[in-house]
C-alpha cells in the first residue's frame, strides 16, 4: 500500500503553494488531489483562464449558489481547475492590512501577527512599484498595475470623479496608508492572470516526489481512532482511497467544512441530523460564514465602450471609511467595465442592452454573517451557502452610506457624460432610506470571498476548528490551510492572504513536521 508524506486536498491558491514547498524537501512525498481538471502543459491551458480582462468561464466553475438576502439565489462562483478561483478570479492581489491582523492576534492568534507575516506578502511578490522595504521583486507573483493612459473611458471618468469628490491619488493600494483611489494591484503578466498553478507548482512539477491527481473529488477522511490515515475519493478515479501520514485540507471555505462534515467532524447535531457518525464535536465547522456583500449600480455604455474581449474588466478602485464608521476602508468601490446581461433576461430588459458597466459598494466589513450546512452525505449535492447580507442593521447603514456616495459620483460632472444612462434606480430611490434598502436587499450581490467556516482560535474559543497553527482541533495529522480558517474578515479580496498563509504553514510543516 502507497502512503504519502503529505496529502494536499485542493490544488488551488493554497494547496498549489502547498504542495510545491512541500516537495521543495526531496526526501517528502506529496500528493496534490484536485476536484477540477489539470493542464499540465502551457499550451493546453484554455485561453480564458489566462486572460486577466475578464473571469474565466463557467466550464471550470462549482455551480455552487447561494442566497445573499429575501431568500434570493444567486450563482456563487469557485474555481474548480488546477489554480482553483485563484484561476478564474479578478486577478486582485492585494495584502491584508496591519489592522486584520491585529484582530486575528486579538482573537487568540498571536502567530499572525502583522510583523510575523509581511515578510511573507514581500517574498510572494514581484513587485516593482515601490521601494524595496515595502515590496519583495524576487518573488513568484508578479504585481502589475495599469498606468493612468492605459485607463479605458469610463475607468477614466471614475478615477477623476473620485480624485474630485476628495479622494486622494493612491497608485499603491498596498501601501499602509487607508482611503484612496487608483489602480489595482493585480497578480498579472501583461494581460495573463497568473494563478498559483502557473505561479508556484508549474516549476514543480517535474519532481519525482510529487504526484499530481486531478479530477479526484474527496468523500470523506479516513481514521485510525482520532488519526487520520488518509482520503476516500468518489468517481471513477483508482485507486479509491489513497494513505498518508499527513493530510492537509485545502479545498477552500465550501469544500473543506464540507469534508469535515462527511467525516464526521462538526456540530454534534448536524453531523447526527446528516446521518454520519460523530467523530469530534466542533460546534464551529459552518457556523458562521463572512463575505464582502457588494450593491450594483449598473451603467449602460456608450456605443463601441466597454467591450468584452478588449477592454480590461477592472483597472481603478477607490477605498473608504463609511459616514460614521470606526473601521478604516470599511467600504470599497469597484468600476467593472463590463458586465454581460444576455444570461439575465430582467436586468437586460431593465438596462435595455446586453452589456453594462457596474459600479459595485462592497462592504468590507461586515459585521452580520451567514452560514454553511449540508443536507445529506452525497459529496456531489452542493452545500446550502447562506450569505445573510443586511441582517445586521450596521451593516445596512454603511452600505446605504457607500450607495448614496457612489451615487453622487455616477451623477458628478466628470462622471455624467461617460456612459448613456443609469438602469434600475432613480434619485428618487437613493433619497428615501426605505426604498434604498428594498433595492440593497432586492440586489445585492456578493465577491464570492467565502471565509471562516472553520476557523482558528485558541482553546477557550468553542467556535475554533482549529489552533492557530491550522490543525485541527482533537484530531491526529489533519490540518486545513485555505480561508475557511481566517477568524475575522480582512478588508481586501483575501487571495493574497490565502496564499501567504500557504507559504508560511509550509515552512512550519518542513521545519517541524507533525510536531507542531
Known amino acids: 500500500m502507497t502512503s504519502f508524506d503529505y496529502i494536499v486536498v485542493g490544488g488551488g491558491s493554497a494547496g498549489a503553494t502547498l504542495a510545491a514547498r512541500l516537495s521543495e524537501d526531496p526526501a517528502a512525498s506529496v500528493l496534490l488531489l484536485e476536484a477540477g481538471p489539470d493542464y499540465a502543459a502551457a499550451a493546453d491551458v484554455p485561453a480564458d483562464i489566462l486572460d486577466s480582462r475578464n473571469l474565466a468561464g463557467l466550464a471550470h466553475d462549482w ?41 486575528w492576534e486579538r482573537l487568540g492568534n498571536p502567530a499572525w501577527r502583522w510583523k510575523k507575516v509581511e515578510p511573507y506578502f514581500q ?27 492605459e485607463l479605458i473611458p469610463i475607468q477614466s471618468a471614475f ?26 494591484p493585480m497578480n498579472r503578466r501583461d494581460e495573463t492572470r497568473i494563478s498559483t ?22 468523500d470523506h477522511l479516513l481514521f485510525d481512532g482520532l488519526r487520520v490515515v488518509g482520503v476516500e475519493l468518489v468517481g471513477e478515479t483508482v485507486p479509491k482511497r489513497v494513505y498518508g501520514e499527513r493530510v492537509i485540507l485545502c479545498a477552500g471555505a465550501i469544500g473543506s467544512p464540507a469534508i469535515l462534515l462527511r467525516s464526521g467532524i462538526g456540530p454534534k447535531q448536524r453531523v447526527e441530523m446528516l446521518g454520519a457518525q460523530l467523530l469530534m464535536d466542533l460546534p464551529g465547522v459552518g457556523a458562521r460564514l463572512w463575505d464582502h456583500a457588494a450593491v450594483p ?35 470599497m468601490f469597484v468600476l467593472v467595465s463590463h458586465l454581460d446581461l ?9 438596462a435595455n442592452a446586453p452589456v453594462v458597466a457596474v459600479l459595485l459598494v462592497a462592504l468590507m466589513v461586515p459585521f452580520g454573517c451567514g452560514h454553511l450546512a449540508l443536507s445529506n452525505l452525497d459529496p456531489t449535492v452542493q452545500p446550502e451557502i447562506n450569505l445573510n447580507f443586511c441582517a445586521d442593521p450596521n451593516d445596512n447603514e454603511r452600505l446605504m452610506d457607500g450607495m448614496r456616495r457612489a451615487w453622487d459620483l455616477v451623477r458628478s460632472d466628470d462622471m455624467r457624460g461617460a456612459y448613456e444612462r443609469v438602469a434600475g434606480i432613480d434619485d428618487e430611490t437613493v433619497k428615501s432610506d426605505e426604498s434604498l434598502t428594498t433595492y440593497i436587499k432586492s440586489n445585492v450581490g456578493t465577491f464570492c470571498h467565502a471565509l471562516g467556516t472553520a476557523p482558528m482560535g485558541p482553546d477557550d474559543d468553542r467556535f475554533a476548528v482549529t489552533d492557530q497553527y491550522c490543525r485541527v482541533r482533537g484530531i491526529e ?7 475557511s480558517v481566517i477568524p475575522a474578515v480582512p478588508r481586501v479580496v483575501p487571495n493574497l492572504t490565502v496564499i501567504m498563509m500557504a507559504e508560511r504553514i509550509a515552512e512550519w510543516l518542513s521545519e517541524a513536521g507533525a510536531a507542531i
Not at 444576455?342 to 431593465?350: G, I, K, N
Open 63 to 103: 455551480g455552487y449558489t447561494a442566497s445573499p438576502a429575501h431568500s434570493r439565489v444567486i450563482p456563487y462562483r469557485r474555481g474548480k481547475v488546477m489554480g482553483g478561483t485563484s484561476a478564474i478570479n479578478a486577478a486582485a492581489a492585494l495584502r491584508g492590512r496591519e489592522a486584520d491582523f491585529a484582530e
Open 123 to 149: 517574498r510572494l511578490e514581484n513587485d516593482p512599484e515601490d521601494e524595496a522595504t515595502l515590496h519583495g521583486n524576487n518573488g513568484p507573483i508578479p504585481i502589475a498595475r495599469y498606468a493612468t493612459d
Open 159 to 184: 478615477y477623476r470623479a473620485c480624485r474630485s469628490a476628495g479622494f486622494r491619488d493612491c497608485r499603491d493600494h498596498n501601501r499602509p496608508e487607508y482611503g484612496g483611489v487608483g489602480p489595482w
Open 197 to 218: 498553478a502557473l505561479s508556484h507548482l508549474a516549476s514543480a512539477r517535474d519532481r519525482s516526489n510529487l504526484t499530481i491527481r486531478s479530477d479526484c473529488l474527496v
Open 297 to 331: 449600480i449598473r451603467l449602460v455604455p456608450k456605443a463601441g465602450e466597454c467591450e468584452i474581449g478588449r477592454d480590461p474588466r477592472f483597472q481603478v478602485t477607490a477605498r473608504l471609511k463609511a459616514s460614521g464608521s470606526s473601521i478604516d476602508d470599511d467600504l
Open 342 to 350: 444576455t444570461a439575465m433576461p430582467a436586468l437586460q430588459s431593465e
Open 477 to 483: 495529522n489533519l490540518w486545513i490551510v485555505d480561508a
